[in-house]
Every structure is written in C-alpha cells, then in structure tokens.
C-alpha cells in the first residue's frame, strides 16, 4: 500500500473512532505516527501540535494536512485532510436528517456524558505524555509556567481571551527569557 492511501486510512480511523475534536486526536496521532509507525521523530510530533494550534481552523484538520504533507507532500496532506473530515462529516449529515427525533433519545444524552469523561481523560494524558517529552529547560519551564498563571488566572478573574491572546503572551514571555539569557551571557565573555 503506497504511503497517501496509507495516510488516508489511518486518519479515517482516528478521525472516526475519536470523540472530542482534534485535542483529543493528539494522543491517537502521537501513538500512530511516532510510536507505530515512525514516520515522525517527538520533536517533529510537539513542533506540529504547536502549528496545528495556532494556525486558523480545527486542530484535527491542521494536523492531519501538516502530517500528510510532511510524509506524501500535497497529496498526502489532501488525503489525510479529506479522511479525517469525512467520518465526522457523514455522522453530522445523518444527524441533520434526524436532529429533532435524535435530541429525544434519553440514550443519545447519556451516551454524550459518558463520552466527555472520555474526551477530558484523553486531553489530560495527551498534555501530561508531552509534558514529560518538555525538555527541561529554564526557557520551558518559564513558557510553561507563564501560560499556566495567565490561564489560571483569566479563568479566576473571569476573564475571556482567546487562545491567540495566550499564544502571543507566552511568545512575549518567552522572548523576554530569551534576551534575558543572551544578555547574561554578553556579561560573562571577557
């Protein structure tokens, strides 16, 4: 089977099988690509997490274009862009046909609740699995720690940004660190 076919079954399945949008399709894609299939190293994986959020659209469809084409080029990244959209693409229409009789099912609302516990626990491992893969660095750690107090914080307070917004602060932070860094190293050269 030729790679692009490849790409596109596999992301049909994970685009099939996962509940929760593309954060809960991290963990999925990290087990099939670096892990089994090892088309792509950890750090290739957490440089592509990063892209895949902070470019406009839906992270399981910037994912699946940025693995695709990194693997089979602009065939690769249409393919794997059209499989993982058409599985939830099929079960929206089929509940477009049916959206009021299916709300009623008792079932359907209980299935739903069940599913977020799922989809939480999925987002949860898929941070804890690349927090472990951080390289410990100062730079990192104050990154990580910036961005964790500006969520924190927000969410206590109240407050409503968008992702962008945390995105550029940790960019901001991180810069700051960085000069910090080379201005301390400026000072110890003879």
Not at 15 to 28: E, I, K
Not at 65 to 72: D, S
Request: proline share 2%; aromatic share 14%.
């Amino acid at each position: 089977m030729s790679k692009t076919k490849e790409l596109f079954w596999t992301f049909f399945k994970i685009g099939a099988f996962t509940f929760g949008g593309g954060y809960a399709m991290v963990a999925l894609l990290q087990n099939e690509f670096v892990e089994e299939k090892k088309w792509l190293t950890k750090e290739e994986f957490l440089d592509m997490v990063a892209i895949a959020e902070s470019t406009p659209g839906p992270v399981a469809v910037n994912s699946a274009t940025y693995i695709g084409y990194k693997i089979e080029g602009a065939a690769g990244a249409a393919a794997s862009t059209v499989a993982v959209c058409l599985p939830s693409f099929a079960v929206i229409y089929l509940i477009s046909l049916f959206f009021d009789q299916f709300l009623r099912l008792s079932v359907v609302a209980s299935a739903f609740h069940g599913i977020q516990v799922c989809v939480i626990y999925l987002i949860l491992s898929a941070g804890l699995k690349m927090l472990k893969e951080l390289e410990h660095s100062v730079f990192n750690i104050v990154i990580l720690t910036t961005v964790a107090a500006a969520m924190v914080g927000c969410s206590i307070a109240a407050v409503s940004f968008s992702s962008i917004f945390y995105i550029l602060f940790s960019g901001a932070a991180g810069l700051l660190v960085y000069a910090v860094q080379q201005l301390r190293k400026g000072e110890k050269k003879p």
